[in-house]
């Protein structure tokens, strides 16, 4: 157990809906970073949150937005989803820089 | 624009022998280099990282051999057992210090008997 929970760890959906990921970063860690992972592109970073403030954007659609509430804990939002959107998401914490970074289990979304 | 190229995409390999994965980067501003091992079903967890200011770092089986004026780094696996099959990625910081990390797009490795 890595100390990241993210939840659910599957999630099934339609064309169009909205579903959001949940994100529970180490005890002590005030980062979040949320990553996608998908077959043919690997990993690529989405948003990080830095103590309830957004430090840092990568390639999140618009359609995409996160949070991270003053508990720390972090959600993603995704909608009007497209069956390209199906992927692993997973959310990492640290401390606050890089070095500690450590990933959670994962969701793995289903657009069908 | 890929910052962290990675390869091969894939690699098989005999038991005991030696693995070698490979990164090259773009920017020089990087300063740290983490390897990141995923098993199927799980999120990626850190193996070992490197900063520029040494040329290696060994340990246990796995070394990082860091060349800057290539601006590469690869790993290597000793002695390679059935148990190391995983996925393995490079990373460094999008744009130096303490940005988030970007990542290769993996290698999957797979050491047979």
């Known amino acids: 157990d890595s100390g990241v929970t993210q939840t659910p760890k599957h999630l099934i959906t339609a064309t169009g809906q909205r579903v959001t990921l949940r994100c529970s970063p180490r005890?002590?860690?005030?980062?979040v970073y949320w990553y996608q992972q998908s077959l043919d592109q690997g990993l690529q970073f989405l948003i990080q949150?830095?103590?309830?403030?957004?430090?840092a954007k990568g390639n999140i659609l618009e359609r995409f937005s996160a949070q991270q509430f003053p508990d720390l804990h972090s959600e993603l939002n995704l909608s009007s989803l497209e069956l390209g959107d199906s992927a692993l998401y997973f959310c990492?914490?640290?401390?606050?820089?890089?070095?500690?970074?450590?990933f959670g289990s994962g969701t793995r979304l289903t657009v069908v | 624009q890929q910052q962290v190229k990675q390869s091969p995409q894939s690699l098989i390999v005999q038991k005991g022998g030696i693995s070698i994965i490979n990164c090259a980067y773009e920017?020089?501003?990087?300063?740290?280099f983490p390897w990141y091992q995923q098993f199927p079903g799980k999120g990626p967890a850190l193996l070992i990282a490197?900063?520029?200011?040494?040329s290696e770092k060994k340990e246990g089986r796995f070394t990082i051999s860091f060349n800057k004026s290539a601006k590469q780094f690869s790993l290597h696996i000793m002695d390679s057992q059935p148990g190391d099959s995983a996925t393995y990625f490079c990373?460094?910081?999008?744009?130096?210090?303490?940005?988030?990390?970007?990542f290769g797009k993996g290698t999957r490795l797979s050491v047979i008997a």
């Open positions: 920017n020089t501003a990087f300063d740290y």
């Open positions: 990492a914490s640290s401390p606050g820089g890089i070095v500690g970074y450590t």
């Open positions: 949150y830095y103590n309830g403030e957004e430090r």
């Open positions: 005890s002590g860690d005030l980062s």
């Open positions: 990373a460094a910081p999008k744009v130096g210090g303490n940005t988030p990390l970007v």
């Open positions: 490197i900063r520029p200011d040494v």
